[in-house]
């Protein structure tokens, strides 16, 4: 493949925010979708997080394609629910933004640990990722079945090697980390400000 498999998602981040500075919903969730693939290339072990991902990301681009003109900016979709009282629905798009967002927290953690600590195993790279992202927010449920997941990650050198293709792997997972982290943020800072920013898994 040319460059790596993080060459689509870094393409589709310039397209994220209006000249305003708004977060745009459709390219953010563009850039979603192409982290998909990478995750595919974990196998068993990311099955859960992709499938989350997957549903999150269809979810808010159903009620998106209801009314693209009013749902352009991501962050409406959202309002309109905090306004009709049913953000806190766990079918909500609100619900939806949240744990995609969180998600993505959790692999640009996970990404970011593999390009820091090259001496690091897969196992610890996604452990120390997930408590320092996910775990607060999960119920004992969803953390055992996360930690026999992690036990069915690849090699590390493996999974390198396979993502890799013709480009800079490195230099991609970093600009990838550095430019999708901001835009998390920007997430988080808008949810907590409607008061939806702590919603926990049962």
């Not at 009314?67 to 309109?80: G, I, R």
């Not at 999974?159 to 999708?180: H, L, P, Q, V």
Request: hydrophobic letters at 40%.
């Amino acid at each position: 493949m040319a460059g790596t498999v993080f060459t689509p998602s870094l393409e589709g981040m310039k397209h994220v925010k209006s000249e305003s500075g708004v977060i745009l919903t459709k390219p953010f969730l563009e850039v979603c979708k192409h982290i998909l693939p990478v995750l595919e290339k974990f196998g068993s072990a990311m099955a859960i997080v992709k499938t989350d991902i997957g549903g999150n990301i269809t979810r808010l681009e159903t009620k998106y394609a209801s009314d693209p003109t009013k749902y352009e900016q991501l962050h409406s979709l959202v309002k309109v629910e905090v306004s009709a009282k049913t953000a806190k629905s766990s079918s909500s798009c609100t619900n939806g933004l949240l744990w995609l967002t969180r998600a993505m927290d959790f692999l640009v953690a996970l990404f970011h640990n593999l390009v820091q600590h090259p001496d690091w195993q897969m196992s610890q790279a996604c452990n120390d990722a997930y408590s320092k992202t996910l775990k607060k927010w999960h119920g004992w449920l969803a953390s055992s079945s996360f930690s026999v997941a992690i036990k069915l990650a690849p090699d590390r050198k493996k999974f390198m090697e396979i993502i890799s293709g013709s480009g800079n792997i490195n230099a991609d997972i970093e600009k990838f980390c550095s430019t999708f982290s901001p835009l998390l943020a920007q997430n988080h800072k808008f949810l907590a400000s409607v008061g939806m920013d702590d919603l926990k898994a049962s």
